[in-house]
């Protein structure tokens, strides 16, 4: 790691730029095909080429965006004017990361949790992706609620595997996004959400800095603090800000250069009201930003609907939710920007 601090360093300041955040554009092969099939378009390796073509592509996006978090199979493949896709990325300033997961599988003991896998044969494969140009890395960690869930058990596995990965990418010069997600599908309270949010992120920490994890060279990308989907009772935007505020304030050390927000199935405009009501409250010891996947694309997946036609339509759908939560990353969204083209 001492050989790549000042690079860490350098790289996770540059994923929070003033009015920059990242684009999650990393679905797996699974996910991929559930956002396609919603458009009924086949996901084949041309397809997901070509979505991923037309988002890259997008001039001007790179005002709002810092950083791409790629799929394995993007990472090697080319934009259509044969450039591979990081570094095309590159060439406009956007810097290429990757997920380096291999998804969250059942926890043994505890079946119906989870536990993200891929730590074996981590460290040859991040030489693999730096090579190819990725710079950043993501992992993330599900952690779901119910009556008797989260478990200890799997807030501590998870939050193990978390720092492992973490360790490995600064040792390999790559900085790590530490996601723990708490899912927001359940049908729990937003005094809930906070509670658990708070126990994942003091064990996240905790075992960051056994592992000797550089706080100063890593991101964390955590979920909002918020009432599940099936709750009765939804919290407003100005009380999701405030209780995400306080449970980060609490638990998330100053030296951590950035916080990137998960949408997490948010509807695209309430994730931008979230986080720019967060930002207009005033400088925090982090910057607070978004790694958006659905709230970032799903206006363009629904333009585009696989027909080149309609991609100018599309890419103008992903310019403006790029532009305005860049707007939201420093306080200065209002919901007129809707309207305006
Ligand atoms: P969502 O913003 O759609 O939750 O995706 C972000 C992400 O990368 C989840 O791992």
New binding site residues.
């Given amino acids: 790691m001492a050989m790549y601090e000042q690079a860490l360093i350098d790289t996770a300041k540059a994923l929070v730029a003033p009015g920059k955040g990242v684009l999650?554009a990393?679905e797996s092969t699974g996910t991929i095909k559930k956002r396609l099939d919603s458009i009924n378009v086949e996901s084949t390796e041309a397809t997901r080429q070509a979505y991923r073509n037309l988002l890259f592509t997008t001039e001007g996006a790179e005002q709002f965006i810092s950083g791409v978090?790629l799929f394995e199979e993007t990472l090697f493949q080319n934009a259509d004017d044969g450039t591979s896709f990081a570094r095309l990325l590159a060439d406009k300033g956007v810097i290429p990361g990757i997920k380096v997961d291999k998804g969250a599988k059942p926890l043994a003991g505890s079946p119906e949790e989870k536990v993200t896998e891929g730590l074996d044969g981590l460290r040859d494969r991040l030489g693999e992706y730096r090579e190819a140009g990725a710079r950043f890395a993501?992992w993330?960690a599900v952690i779901d609620i119910a009556d008797d869930r989260p478990s200890d058990y799997c807030i501590h596995v998870n939050a193990h595997a978390l720092a492992r990965y973490a360790a490995l990418c600064q040792e390999a010069g790559i900085v790590p996004i530490v996601?723990p997600?708490v899912l927001m599908d359940g049908a729990n309270s937003i005094e809930r959400c906070e509670a658990v949010t708070d126990r994942v992120l003091d064990r996240v920490f905790d075992e960051l800095k056994t592992q000797r994890v550089l706080l100063e060279g890593m991101l964390l990308?955590p979920n909002m603090v918020i009432a599940g989907k099936q709750c009765p009772q939804q919290a407003g935007v100005e009380e999701v800000a405030d209780a995400t505020l306080r449970c980060l304030r609490r638990r998330v050390p100053a030296a951590v250069p950035g916080i990137v927000f998960?949408?997490?199935?948010q509807s695209d405009e309430v994730a931008t009201a979230h986080l720019d009501a967060m930002n207009k409250r005033g400088p925090q010891p982090w910057v607070l930003s978004f790694?958006?996947?659905?709230?970032l694309q799903a206006p363009a997946l629904a333009a585009w609907r696989g027909e080149p036609d309609n991609i100018p339509a599309a890419q103008q759908a992903y310019y403006k939710r790029a532009r305005n939560n860049g707007a939201a990353a420093e306080g200065r969204y209002s919901p007129d920007m809707e309207d305006a083209a």
């Fill in positions: 999650a990393d978090i993501k993330r996601e997600e990308k998960l949408s997490g199935g790694s958006y996947g659905r709230a």
